[in-house]
Nanobody, 128 residues
Framework: EVQLVESGGGLVQAGGSLRLSCAAS????????IGWFRQAPGKEREGVSC????????YYADSVKGRFTISRDNAKNTVYLQMTSLKPEDTAVYYC?????????????????????WGQGTQVTVSS
């Protein structure tokens, strides 16, 4: 079965760092873009970043640009989100998703509906 499992969330002080992991199984990882999303209580889901399976292109929301870095390790079927200089407004549940790139290619910050599979989420809390 298809699985996307996020890990690495936790409690961190403002200015600190966390690295989230998204471990994938049950599909051809190398054919899928992987995106990170987040949702805070009372707010809509926000696309944070994504990385292409075709050329490795990356895209970031303006709110995290310069602070977050997405990467993928195809040998481990895992995508990472390195988060630095964390702010209280980064507090949210973070989800990873997978989008097939067999007939397409990601070209912008992820929106959500185009993603085929989703993980269960991991909580990130940034205290001030």
């Amino acid at each position: 079965e298809v699985q996307l499992v996020e890990s690495g969330g936790g409690l961190v002080q403002a200015g600190g760092s966390l690295r989230l992991s998204c471990a994938a199984s049950g599909f051809t990882f190398d054919d899928y873009a992987i995106g990170w999303f987040r949702q805070a209580p009372g707010k809509e889901r926000e696309g944070v970043s994504c990385i292409s399976s075709k050329d490795g292109s990356t895209y970031y929301a303006d709110s995290v640009k310069g602070r977050f870095t997405i990467s993928r390790d195809n040998a481990k079927n895992t995508v990472y989100l390195q988060m630095t200089s964390l702010k209280p407004e980064d507090t949210a549940v973070y989800y990873c998703g997978a989008e097939s790139e067999v007939d397409t290619e990601v070209v912008s910050v992820p929106q959500g509906p185009e993603y085929d599979y989703w993980g269960q989420g991991t909580q990130v809390t940034v205290s001030s």
